[in-house]
C-alpha cells in the first residue's frame, strides 16, 4: 500500500501537538480529541482496517522521537519495513 508524505508529515505534526496539550497545564481534552478525530480522518485514506490504522500511528509517534535524525527519513524507514511505499 502506499502513503503520502503530506499525510505523514500532517499526522506527525498533530501527534506533536498533542504532545504539548498533554504537556501543559491543565490539559483541554477539546483540542485533543479534535486533533485526534483530524489523526483518523487522515489514516483513513490509507485503510479503514482499525488494526493497521493504529500500527501507523504508533510507527509515526514512535520514531518521530529519533533524536539522531530529525528529519521524517527515519519515519519512513520504518513505514517501508511494514510493507508500505512512501509517495510524495
Known sequence: MKIKL????KIQHLEM???EEEDG???DN????????????A??????????????RN??????WNTEDITFKPICEALR???YEVVE
Do not use: Q, S, V
Request: glycine content about 2%; proline content about 2%.
Open 17 to 19: 501537538e498533542i504532545f
Open 30 to 41: 477539546r483540542i485533543i480529541r479534535n486533533k485526534e478525530k483530524a489523526i483518523f480522518n
Open 81 to 83: 519495513e511494514m510493507g
Open 59 to 64: 510507527c509515526i509517534y514512535d520514531n518521530m
Open 6 to 9: 503530506k499525510d505523514i508529515i
Open 43 to 56: 489514516l483513513n485514506k490509507i485503510t479503514m482496517d482499525w488494526d493497521e490504522r493504529e500500527k501507523i
Open 25 to 27: 497545564y491543565p490539559c
